[in-house]
């Protein structure tokens, strides 16, 4: 059974890069058909969808993120990396990566949260 | 504020049955699948139904998903107080060529 584990910057100041890693253990980040995943969550505030990285490559971003988004994956490493540039403190949140397919297979991460104040 | 509206609480008795909704649009659940998410205080979103009405593997057949139109729905039958959490719905937007959630919808156990 996968599991996800989150780890990175945590404290940050305003106009900085966050840069967070997923860990995956139990099994590899190369699986077929396979999507990897960040959302975040403001303190109190509902969930977020961030981006993911699919196995065959392709990334999807947020819009309203996108262009200070990227997603990567390092097959060598089995975990998989966020870099949002340029934060403010609209960017703190907990932040969680996740794993799915089409078929119900859904691991989370337990997620971490990343602070940014000047 | 979201694209998909859910109401932002719900509540029912041990034993009874709730229904959550999530109302969107033609380019996200009127066009694609539905996928709701259980959130216990503390602790990560657990994918609850995929597909708009599939449990993954340990859902109990207590939670049942359904969709017509541009809205969706969960329902939760035989409530019981471990339900008691936030639950989230969240579909493809073609729109905006990307994933959105629902606000969320705490539910509490009386």
């Given at each position: 059974q996968l599991q996800l584990q989150e780890s990175g910057s945590r404290l940050l100041k305003p106009s900085q890069t966050l840069s967070l890693t997923c860990a995956v253990s139990g099994?590899?980040?190369?699986?077929?058909?396979y999507s990897w995943s960040w959302i975040r969550q403001p303190p109190g505030k509902g969930l977020e969808w961030i981006g993911f990285i699919h196995t065959s490559g392709y990334t999807r971003y947020n819009p309203s993120l996108k262009s200070r988004v990227t997603i990567s994956a390092d097959r060598s490493k089995n975990h998989f990396s966020l870099e949002l540039t340029?934060?403010?403190?609209?960017?703190?949140a907990v932040y969680y990566c996740a794993g799915g397919n089409d078929y119900g297979d859904s691991p989370w991460g337990q997620g971490t949260l990343v602070t940014v104040s000047s | 504020q979201s694209v998909l509206t859910q109401p932002p609480s719900a509540s029912g008795t041990p034993g009874q049955r709730v229904t959550i909704s999530c109302s969107g649009s033609n380019s996200n659940i009127g066009s694609n699948a539905v996928n709701w998410y259980q959130q216990l205080p503390g602790t990560a979103p657990k994918?609850?139904?995929?597909?708009?009405?599939q449990r993954p593997?340990?859902?109990?057949?207590?939670f049942s998903g359904s969709k017509s139109g541009t809205s969706a729905s969960l329902a939760i039958s035989?409530?019981?107080?471990?339900?008691e959490a936030d639950y989230y719905c969240a579909a493809w937007d073609n729109g905006l060529s990307g994933l959105i959630f629902g606000g969320g919808t705490k539910l509490t156990v009386l």
């Open positions: 099994g590899s980040i190369a699986r077929d058909h340029s934060v403010t403190a609209a960017d703190t | 994918l609850l139904m995929f597909n708009t009405n593997s340990g859902v109990p057949d207590r035989g409530l019981q107080s471990e339900d």
